[in-house]
């Protein structure tokens, strides 16, 4: 979808953030603004980024080479005078150039948040599967919803694969305007800790801001240097949005909402939630694996959801809370409920009326665990683990999934996940020394698809058989070439070559 600009005067897109002029004029006109060298050119202006591998005012000469005009830079740059002196240009500095790639993005798509109903959804877990429920249930209230996270982003029958959970602030109001460009009036985003800390939602005044959970996570070298900083990142949500949202149960709830500007709801099993969730009942039939429970405090009722365990109750409440913040009726948050679809999120694959199969991208220990544990509050007859590890991480990582599996799944399927580089056989040794730890059952099958197939066919009744790790992912790296393979069609050749269709 082409998106047309007009042009701007560089003074129109800076008038947002301090800076000073160190040459040239801001009444030059640009026609859009670039954070990559390789885009810049005279009709554009270039805004140098410091990146975690890569730092933009390394490429000014190339960039003037190009017949870019305009710069804007945060740093001293030694050959800066002799670069610009020969030059036309126009040179702008100020202290965080992040920021102003927020503010000059905001502008050139003429403030496109402004027009939109924003929600901002943050946290460790339940970001993914909450946007999409608050989506369909306002779907069902006649809104057209787009979505912006982990997964993608979506507009209608449009998708567009992104690389981080919020993308940069520029490709942030490239798509809130194509959204609008499309008749779309709401847009639910998943609001990542590293958005907050490199200033990508910088600007953005969201309607609605939501905390879902806190554990430690994105903790290191180019994330964040300690926990303490990863909850205070979370926490600016709710210094930039009118209506905050509360997981009133999560340990870090309080410091979420002690320095928030916006008002306050809160939800959870705890007396003191605003909607207090009560009465959870865990519901297995064909096809169908989810929770029943209800809700006392500003809304009574009672709901039924298609994912299951107790952090689906807290996923679901979070939506039904913000929901009847907007207005949506209770028939439209029920409907939305029983039918919201989150691929690669405990999604159910109907292989047989004997034995449920369930797609989740649990990736690490804490999400292995969480929804292991879950899974055996539904007494199965056997939990099955099927999971890899990627190649080219951290150790730790496997060592302590190999360890999870074997404490939680009565059988594990060690397999491929995105070997990457690494020879999965390595990468399946490591696997084993956490299982070994335990007295965990577990068969290695390195070629995934064989792996699926053994878990489906000797799958027993009433087992609860979890393909761990793919999730939305339709590949499998190997020696840095993505391979499609998607579970589900994985799983429907499976089906045909024994006979089951």
Same mark, same amino acid.
């Given at each position: 979808?082409?998106?047309?600009?007009?042009?701007?005067?560089?003074?129109?897109?800076?008038?947002?953030?301090?800076?000073?002029?160190?040459?040239?004029?801001?009444?030059?006109?640009?026609?859009?603004?670039?954070?990559?060298?390789?885009?810049?050119?005279?009709?554009?202006?270039?805004?140098?980024?410091?990146?975690?591998?890569?730092?933009?005012?390394?490429?000014?000469?190339?960039?003037?080479?190009?017949?870019?005009?305009?710069?804007?830079?945060?740093?001293?740059?030694?050959?800066?005078?002799?670069?610009?002196?020969?030059?036309?240009?126009?040179?702008?500095?100020?202290?965080?150039?992040?920021?102003?790639?927020?503010?000059?993005?905001?502008? =050139?798509?003429?403030? *496109?948040?402004?027009?939109?109903?924003?929600?901002?959804?943050?946290?460790?877990?339940?970001?993914?599967?909450?946007?999409?429920? =608050?989506?369909?249930?306002?779907?069902?209230?006649?809104?057209?919803?787009?979505?912006?996270?982990?997964?993608?982003?979506?507009?209608?029958?449009?998708?567009?694969?992104?690389?981080?959970?919020?993308?940069?602030?520029?490709?942030?109001?490239?798509?809130?305007?194509?959204?609008?460009?499309?008749?779309?009036?709401?847009?639910?985003?998943?609001?990542?800790?590293?958005?907050?800390? +490199?200033?990508?939602?910088?600007?953005?005044?969201?309607?609605?801001?939501?905390?879902?959970?806190?554990?430690?996570?994105?903790?290191?070298?180019?994330?964040?240097?300690?926990?303490?900083?990863?909850?205070?990142?979370?926490?600016?949500?709710?210094?930039?949005?009118?209506?905050? =949202?509360?997981?009133?149960?999560?340990?870090?709830?309080?410091?979420?909402?002690?320095?928030?500007?916006?008002?306050?709801?809160?939800?959870?099993?705890?007396?003191?939630?605003?909607?207090?969730? &009560?009465?959870?009942?865990?519901?297995?039939? *064909?096809?169908?694996?989810? @929770?029943?429970?209800?809700?006392?405090?500003? +809304?009574?009722?009672?709901?039924?959801?298609?994912?299951?365990?107790?952090?689906?109750?807290?996923?679901?409440?979070?939506?039904?809370?913000?929901?009847?913040?907007?207005?949506?009726?209770?028939?439209?948050?029920?409907?939305?409920?029983?039918?919201?679809?989150? !691929?690669?999120?405990?999604?159910?694959?109907?292989?047989?009326?004997?034995?449920? +199969?369930?797609?989740?991208?649990?990736?690490?220990?804490?999400?292995?665990?969480?929804?292991?544990?879950?899974?055996?509050?539904?007494?199965?007859?056997?939990?099955?683990? +099927?999971?890899?590890?990627?190649?080219?991480?951290?150790?730790?990582?496997?060592?302590?999934?190999?360890?999870?599996?074997?404490?939680?799944?009565?059988?594990? @399927?060690?397999?491929?996940?995105?070997?990457?580089?690494?020879?999965?056989?390595?990468?399946?040794?490591?696997? !084993?020394?956490?299982?070994?730890?335990?007295?965990?059952?577990?068969?290695?099958? *390195?070629?995934? !698809?064989?792996?699926?197939?053994?878990?489906?066919?000797?799958?027993?009744? &009433?087992?609860?058989?979890?393909?761990?790790?793919?999730?939305?992912?339709?590949?499998?790296?190997?020696?840095?070439?993505?391979?499609?393979?998607?579970?589900?069609? =994985?799983?429907?050749?499976?089906? !045909?070559?024994?006979?089951?269709?």
């Amino acid at each position: 979808m082409v998106i047309i600009l007009n042009n701007k005067k560089v003074s129109e897109l800076t008038d947002k953030f301090d800076h000073i002029l160190i040459k040239g004029s801001k009444d030059v006109l640009v026609k859009d603004v670039v954070y990559d060298s390789r885009k810049a050119g005279s009709d554009n202006a270039f805004v140098c980024i410091i990146g975690a591998v890569t730092d933009g005012h390394n490429y000014i000469k190339s960039a003037i080479d190009n017949g870019c005009k305009v710069f804007v830079i945060q740093k001293e740059i030694e050959e800066l005078p002799e670069l610009i002196e020969t030059t036309d240009v126009t040179v702008i500095k100020t202290d965080n150039t992040r920021i102003a790639l927020a503010c000059m993005s905001a502008g =050139i798509f003429d403030y *496109p948040a402004n027009e939109l109903t924003t929600i901002g959804i943050t946290g460790t877990k339940g970001k993914t599967t909450t946007s999409f429920i =608050i989506r369909d249930i306002l779907k069902n209230h006649g809104s057209k919803v787009g979505i912006i996270g982990t997964t993608g982003v979506y507009m209608g029958e449009e998708f567009f694969e992104i690389n981080n959970t919020t993308p940069e602030s520029y490709d942030i109001h490239k798509y809130f305007r194509m959204m609008l460009d499309k008749g779309i009036d709401t847009c639910v985003m998943e609001v990542s800790s590293q958005a907050f800390k +490199l200033d990508r939602t910088y600007g953005i005044m969201f309607d609605y801001g939501l905390f879902t959970n806190m554990s430690p996570d994105h903790i290191g070298e180019n994330e964040h240097k300690d926990y303490e900083e990863y909850v205070y990142c979370k926490s600016l949500l709710f210094k930039q949005c009118k209506h905050g =949202i509360f997981n009133i149960d999560d340990k870090e709830a309080e410091n979420m909402m002690k320095s928030a500007v916006c008002d306050k709801h809160t939800y959870g099993f705890g007396e003191m939630a605003d909607l207090n969730i &009560g009465n959870v009942d865990y519901i297995v039939r *064909p096809g169908f694996i989810g @929770i029943n429970f209800e809700t006392k405090g500003v +809304l009574n009722n009672s709901f039924e959801v298609n994912t299951p365990g107790k952090f689906s109750a807290y996923n679901a409440t979070a939506a039904i809370l913000t929901a009847s913040l907007i207005g949506v009726e209770i028939e439209d948050i029920k409907e939305a409920l029983m039918n919201t679809f989150v !691929k690669g999120r405990v999604e159910p694959v109907k292989v047989s009326d004997k034995f449920t +199969l369930l797609i989740d991208y649990a990736h690490n220990a804490m999400s292995m665990e969480s929804l292991l544990t879950t899974i055996r509050e539904y007494n199965p007859t056997r939990v099955v683990s +099927l999971f890899g590890c990627g190649g080219n991480r951290s150790k730790l990582r496997r060592y302590e999934m190999g360890e999870i599996s074997g404490r939680y799944a009565d059988l594990s @399927i060690i397999t491929a996940d995105n070997s990457r580089y690494e020879d999965v056989m390595d990468i399946i040794a490591d696997i !084993k020394v956490g299982m070994d730890k335990t007295a965990g059952e577990y068969v290695v099958i *390195p070629d995934r !698809k064989e792996a699926i197939k053994y878990s489906i066919v000797n799958a027993k009744e &009433g087992d609860i058989v979890l393909l761990l790790g793919k999730g939305h992912e339709t590949y499998q790296e190997i020696n840095g070439v993505k391979n499609h393979f998607d579970e589900r069609e =994985i799983i429907e050749d499976i089906l !045909k070559e024994i006979g089951w269709k």
